[in-house]
């Protein structure tokens, strides 16, 4: 795959030299090897260097950002990203529970209860206090 990559980057050269030819000394000038594909790669645009690679097989895949994620075809037909509905924060962009199952589909309804929401069955039903224990609580600012 290296020497496929070398010659579709236009660096043949690289193959008169043994220790780019052969795997074990090509993975102790790693660095170099890295430094050579980047220099290339930086002087392309993300669907050129594809169309390079694709054309003589090499395997490339681009490193993708989160807004290249969101927008990627296929992940969005796997309905990896979804959107949430958030009483505070309006409709969020979320990732999809992974992996999936086909007999139990994961979903995500809520970002997460509110803050206190839960003060009532937290405070009164676990930790046993009084409804006027709580209101006090509330009252203090402690709640």
Known sequence: MALRAFRAIGRDDLLEDPDFLDPQRRLARAREVDAVVADWVATKTL???MMVFEKHEVAAAPVYDIRDLVADEQLAHRRVFV???DQELGPMTVQAPVPRFSSASGMVDHLGPQLGEHNAEVYGELL????????????????
Do not use: K, M
């Open 128 to 143: 046993g206090l009084t409804s006027n224990e709580i209101d006090d609580l509330r009252a203090r600012g402690v709640l």
């Open 83 to 85: 959107s949430v509905e």
């Open 47 to 49: 669907s050129e260097a």
